[in-house]
């Protein structure tokens, strides 16, 4: 699809990647080995191994040996290298500038001025807490964490997460010193949606597995309710 007036193409004949105008004029040379739509005024590509993101022009605007797993939002992009042997996430700037360093095990990209990282598990189950662009707890929100199955999002205001808890019946699985260990308690999740305070908005309350992929458009959530499955 078309973005800004250019969308990424493919000739039949070359293996690279490149920019058409709405009127299907090449803009930017077939020189790249993948490329994403512009955004903003810029894009990222691949070119000779390197992440790149270049203007509208073709001239480079930032280059980073890093991994960028993405665009930018929020003015910011998701990086990430290895670490002795491990991926660390961390951000950069519109200039290329370490924002935030590289020492999250899993992160989201930005969204509404907060992105989600990895808090660790609770109960055997994945975590995570939200920073701001400067990598700090935005206040009510940041010293609170929270379950999901994938890595959560605001959108309008809101973001679907689970409160875990545990009962004081049956048993679950979890980490222990580097060993599967079978615990007493059940894990309770409940899902629901919280503001960017932290607050709880919708719920939470048991919902299927399958309301996991319920998102909020224009103030309702498609979900369907089967309490069979917790």
Same mark, same amino acid.
């Given at each position: 699809p078309f973005r800004e007036g250019l969308a990424?193409?493919?000739?039949?004949?070359?293996?690279?990647?490149? =920019?058409?105008? &709405?009127?299907?004029?090449?803009?930017?040379?077939?020189? #790249?080995?993948?490329?994403?739509?512009?955004?903003?005024?810029i894009a990222k590509v691949y070119k000779d191994g390197k992440s790149l993101f270049i203007d509208r022009t073709g001239k480079t605007v930032l280059a980073t040996k890093q991994h960028i797993s993405g665009g930018f939002h929020n003015d910011r992009a998701m990086v990430s290298e290895n670490i002795n042997g491990k991926?660390? =996430?961390?951000?950069?700037?519109?200039?290329? %500038?370490?924002?935030?360093? %590289?020492?999250?095990?899993?992160?989201?990209?930005?969204?509404?001025?907060?992105?989600?990282?990895?808090?660790?598990?609770? #109960?055997?189950? @994945? &975590?995570?807490r939200f920073i701001d662009t400067q990598g700090n707890p935005p206040p009510g929100l940041g010293d609170k964490t929270f379950g999901s199955l994938h890595t959560p999002a605001?959108? %309008?205001?809101?973001?679907?997460?689970?409160?875990?808890?545990? @009962?004081?019946?049956?048993?679950?699985?979890?980490?222990?010193?580097g060993k599967m260990a079978e615990l007493p308690g059940t894990v309770l999740k409940k899902w629901g949606y919280i503001s960017l305070t932290g607050d709880w908005v919708h719920g939470p309350t048991d919902v299927a597995w399958g309301a996991s992929a319920g998102m909020i458009y224009n103030g309702a959530s498609f979900c369907k309710d089967r309490p069979d499955h917790k």
């Open positions: 990424c193409a493919r000739p039949v004949s070359e293996s690279g990647v490149g =920019y058409i105008d &709405t009127k299907g004029q090449v803009v930017l040379p077939f020189e #790249y080995s993948s490329a994403r739509d512009f955004k903003n005024g991926f660390q =996430y961390g951000f950069i700037d519109l200039k290329g %500038n370490q924002a935030i360093p %590289n020492h999250f095990d899993r992160a989201g990209d930005f969204s509404e001025g907060v992105a989600a990282v990895h808090a660790g598990q609770r #109960y055997g189950q @994945t &975590t995570w605001f959108k %309008n205001g809101l973001a679907r997460v689970q409160e875990l808890s545990l @009962t004081n019946e049956g048993k679950h699985w979890e980490m222990v010193e």
